[in-house]
């Protein structure tokens, strides 16, 4: 059983930044890919960005050039950097852990809120 912790959520005004944390206990990190998914009220919940054990990424088309997803595996801490952060980013973002690089399954964090306004 894997447990998962983010942080780093808030409210921010468009073009600012915010940096989201994810905390994993209970499990070998590093055999893990991990993933950010968002879900905004209403709409359904999607995959924003997921790095593999090898540390491969994956971005939505929509953050590219302006999200970055790293791992420390040392810190057992996934890390999703986001820039220029536009209204259509405020949702709740999720940090899911999955034994697959298509992230089916796994465990999933509470999630944490973001807000884009002005």
């Known amino acids: 059983q894997v447990q998962l912790v983010e942080s780093g959520g808030g409210l921010v005004q468009p073009g600012g930044s915010l940096r989201l944390s994810c905390a994993a206990s209970?499990?070998?990190?590093?055999?893990?890919?991990m993933g950010w998914y968002r879900q905004a009220p209403g709409k359904q919940r999607e995959l924003v960005a997921a790095?593999?054990?090898?540390?491969?990424?994956m971005y939505l088309d929509s953050v590219k050039g302006r999200f970055t997803i790293s791992r420390d595996n040392a810190k057992n801490t996934v890390f999703l950097q986001m820039n220029s952060l536009k209204p259509e980013d405020t949702a709740v973002y999720y940090c899911?852990?999955?034994?697959?690089?298509?992230?089916?399954?796994?465990?999933w964090g509470q999630g944490t809120q973001v807000t884009v306004s002005s």
């Open positions: 899911k852990a999955a034994l697959g690089a298509t992230m089916a399954g796994g465990f």
């Open positions: 790095i593999t054990s090898g540390k491969s990424t």
């Open positions: 209970g499990g070998i990190f590093s055999i893990y890919a």
